[in-house]
């Protein structure tokens, strides 16, 4: 036994039969844990296990004496491949510790691609260069005395093109931009969804633009989303000039804060151009939206124009909105009230026509509602906003009323939002409480109905995990 230990070839068999298998198997763990995790690193384990450690159990057999007669050339060739493996695992680990675990914002995460690809070739060139001349006595002096040629050469051949690809690498290593940002670049907007070294994608909504970043680089833009201030889409409009201005430029405000996609942080702001012409600017949650929201704010302002007796575009004519359309309607909403049609007929001096369009708001939190509408047609949800979101209520159609506290004049919890295009009678208040006064049983189906609602609110409050406070009123 004693002989069998002393032998030159015991310890490094041992080594290989039982050190092998071992570390394969910890690394074979290694890597399933990482790609468990999903991390970079599992392909780099996984080429220790596949050809680093293998071809480490080879030389260790091989390098020892009498194993191979004379230097030979499968020694070195076995020892150049375990040179190259241990260059390329070397590269990718440094690079998998420098850049892709870099956090987010930070110069490694910022570093262009291109750059580290550059290093590691060049890492690569003088790793095979040493190993050459180490293993095989190579002269690599003149190989890199003619690289150096040739890289003159070519660059002073490819100097414009080399320095925009240089200039335009320079901008990306700057991030004056970022994924997701919302860029104007010579008239072309749009959000960039894609940033490599050659080129910037811009996805516009009716395309993807491709902008070299040398023509960024040499070349000005604007980045819509680094501002202090939203973003804000400009709507010019204009107005009879019999329109008082005050009034025009407070309508524009109240149309535009409505919309769903404008800033929360920030209020429309108007000006007077002259010649009743104004302009708007409303201030957007992304330049994305502007068109959408310019497109719903003019859709908007032409209802509530009519509805606040404005002319939009100097128009003075409303076909809709006609005394005999009028009488129909107090017809219609007649029984609701209790009253006989020639009764109803009386209120049409009081009572008014109004038109909404989709996503108009009718009523709102913490005001008391100074007219109550009763729906022609069209359809309009009621909810409640909580720190939650918008809970919806229940849905109001034909003959239904939006507004029922404006006779006990109770600041009201619900939102109402026009779901279609409607159409509404609107009854001041005044006019209501002597229709009460005259018909007590319409303020029974009034109490009637807000109890139902607030039950509604109740529950629909209950199935988001929400209650509804004590003394408090959701009459719609």
Do not use: C
């Not at 493996?85 to 956090?103: D, G, K, P, S």
């Not at 109905?449 to 509804?468: F, I, K, P």
């Amino acid at each position: 036994m004693a002989d069998i230990v002393s032998q030159p070839w015991f310890w490094p068999a041992v080594i290989v039969s039982v050190g092998l298998p071992l570390a394969l198997i910890g690394l074979t763990e290694l890597h399933n844990m990482l790609a468990r995790r999903g991390s970079r690193a599992a392909p780099i384990v996984a080429m220790v296990r596949n050809y680093l450690v293998p071809v480490a159990g080879v030389l260790v057999l091989i390098s020892q004496p009498g194993a191979w007669e004379g230097e030979g050339t499968w020694p070195r060739v076995i020892w150049t491949i375990f040179g190259l493996l241990v260059i390329v695992v070397t590269i990718n680990a440094l690079n998998h510790l420098v850049f892709h675990r870099a956090e987010k914002g930070s110069w490694r995460d910022r570093f262009p691609t291109i750059f580290s690809d550059l290093i590691r070739f060049v890492f690569i060139i003088v790793g095979v260069a040493v190993l050459f001349a180490w293993l095989w006595n190579a002269d690599v002096a003149g190989i890199f005395a003619a690289l150096g040629v040739t890289s003159i050469v070519v660059g002073l051949a490819l100097q414009n093109a080399v320095g925009s690809i240089v200039s335009g690498l320079f901008l990306i290593f700057e991030a004056p931009f970022e994924l997701g940002d919302w860029i104007d670049a010579g008239g072309v907007r749009g959000q960039i969804i894609e940033v490599n070294w050659r080129a910037v994608h811009l996805d516009t909504g009716n395309g993807i633009v491709i902008i070299p970043t040398a023509n960024l680089a040499g070349g000005s833009f604007t980045n819509l989303t680094r501002s202090s201030d939203p973003y804000a889409a400009v709507v010019d409009v204009a107005f009879a000039t019999d329109d008082a201005p005050l009034r025009v430029r407070g309508l524009l405000v109240d149309v535009a804060r409505d919309i769903p996609l404008v800033s929360p942080d920030r209020d429309a702001t108007t000006s007077t151009l002259g010649g009743s012409v104004y302009r708007v600017s409303i201030p957007l949650q992304s330049p994305g939206d502007e068109g959408a929201v310019a497109d719903a704010f003019s859709t908007r302002l032409w209802y509530a124009a009519r509805r606040a007796d404005l002319h939009l575009d100097g128009d003075l004519t409303d076909d809709w909105n006609t005394p005999s359309r009028l009488q129909d309607a107090l017809h219609q909403i007649a029984p609701l009230l209790s009253l006989r049609p020639a009764d109803a007929e009386a209120l049409a001096s009081e009572a008014r026509l109004e038109r909404y369009s989709v996503g108009e708001v009718l009523l709102r939190p913490g005001i008391v509602p100074t007219t109550t509408r009763f729906i022609i047609a069209g359809r309009v949800m009621l909810g409640i906003p909580t720190e939650a979101g918008f809970v919806q209520v229940t849905e109001l159609a034909r003959d239904d009323a939006v507004g029922l506290t404006a006779l006990t004049r109770t600041p009201t919890i619900s939102r109402a939002v026009a779901l279609t295009e409607l159409e509404v009678v609107s009854v001041p208040v005044t006019v209501l409480d002597d229709v009460v006064r005259a018909h007590p049983v319409l303020a029974r189906e009034i109490v009637r109905e807000s109890e139902n609602r607030v039950r509604l609110a109740q529950a629909a409050l209950s199935a988001v995990g929400e209650s509804l406070g004590p003394g408090r009123s959701v009459f719609g």
